[in-house]
């Protein structure tokens, strides 16, 4: 029931090479994954982009404040009066 024959033995060895190769592929392939994104980082950053055009680019993170009426956070430059009778936004 228990015993070793010479096909458990190639079985297994060839069962542990196998696994062992993939997961040294898979290294690989993030490896180059990770490269190539640096690569990108670095190429962004000598055109002085970061990810949109140069000309007319939006900001990445844009302020937000709370409306003093209802508590709403809302954008900084583009406020709007929210509908309460107190808001001191435009609207």
Same mark, same amino acid.
């Given at each position: 029931? #228990?015993? #070793? ?5 190639? #079985?297994? =060895?060839? %069962?542990? %090479?196998?696994?062992?190769? *993939? #997961?040294?592929?898979?290294? &690989? =392939? ?11 980082? &670095?190429?962004?950053? &000598?055109? *002085?982009? $970061? !990810?949109?055009? +140069?000309?007319?680019?939006?900001? +990445? ?8 009426? @209802? *508590? =709403?956070?809302? +954008?900084?430059? !583009? %406020? $709007?009066? @929210? *509908?309460? %009778?107190? @808001?001191?936004?435009?609207?």
């Amino acid at each position: 029931m #228990f015993g #070793f024959s010479i096909q458990k033995i190639l #079985f297994t =060895v060839a %069962a542990i %090479a196998i696994i062992w190769w *993939g #997961f040294k592929w898979l290294g &690989r =392939v993030q490896a180059q994954k990770k490269e190539l994104a640096r690569e990108k980082a &670095r190429r962004m950053k &000598r055109e *002085g982009t $970061r !990810g949109s055009s +140069a000309k007319g680019a939006e900001p +990445a993170v844009e302020e937000m404040i709370e409306c003093p009426e @209802c *508590g =709403v956070f809302v +954008a900084a430059s !583009g %406020a $709007r009066h @929210c *509908g309460k %009778a107190d @808001c001191p936004y435009p609207g």
